[in-house]
């Protein structure tokens, strides 16, 4: 049976009841076994991974993962960077930042040829050798504002 709408922390989603509940607890901890979740939410073991398959087969689950501590790795400062680009070159240099290992994710947002980028350095000497040194040396850059992330209030991801 499903639902027409069901709220996930204030998100509408078209899944059945079981499947919510189901994706609530692999959200709150992706190492939960099928047997715990079977218990959880009254079906079998098997029923349980039937529906796992299901949903990462239907592209709902993308994949199983860990969050790590910026902070207890030495990547102690949070980065906002809003690059602009030549038009004629946003994908090349999108690409190019995907490459870089403390760059956590790339956004195209509207506005003139604008992408946002999130990662990660661990100290303001790394910051300004990988704006300065690296960054502005991409071909197609025009402009990079940048900020430091001095606390975060939310960021469950659990979104792609």
Do not use: W
């Not at 509940?21 to 009254?42: F, M």
């Amino acid at each position: 049976m499903k639902d027409k709408k069901l709220d996930l922390e204030g998100i509408e989603l078209k899944l059945s009841k079981i499947d919510i509940e189901i994706l609530k607890l692999l959200i709150s901890d992706c190492r939960i076994s099928y047997a715990e979740i079977a218990r959880e939410v009254n079906l079998s073991r098997m029923a349980v991974r039937e529906r796992v398959m299901k949903m990462n087969d239907a592209g709902i689950i993308e994949k199983f993962t860990v969050r790590l501590n910026s902070l207890n790795i030495g990547l102690n400062i949070a980065i906002f960077l809003q690059i602009t680009t030549n038009p004629s070159e946003i994908d090349k240099v999108a690409d190019k930042l995907c490459e870089y290992s403390r760059i956590e994710r790339v956004y195209a947002t509207t506005g003139k040829n604008k992408l946002h980028v999130y990662g990660y350095v661990k100290d303001l000497e790394e910051l300004n050798n990988f704006i300065f040194e690296e960054i502005y040396k991409i071909n197609g850059i025009i402009q990079v504002d940048f900020n430091i992330i001095t606390k975060t209030y939310k960021n469950n991801g659990i979104f792609v």
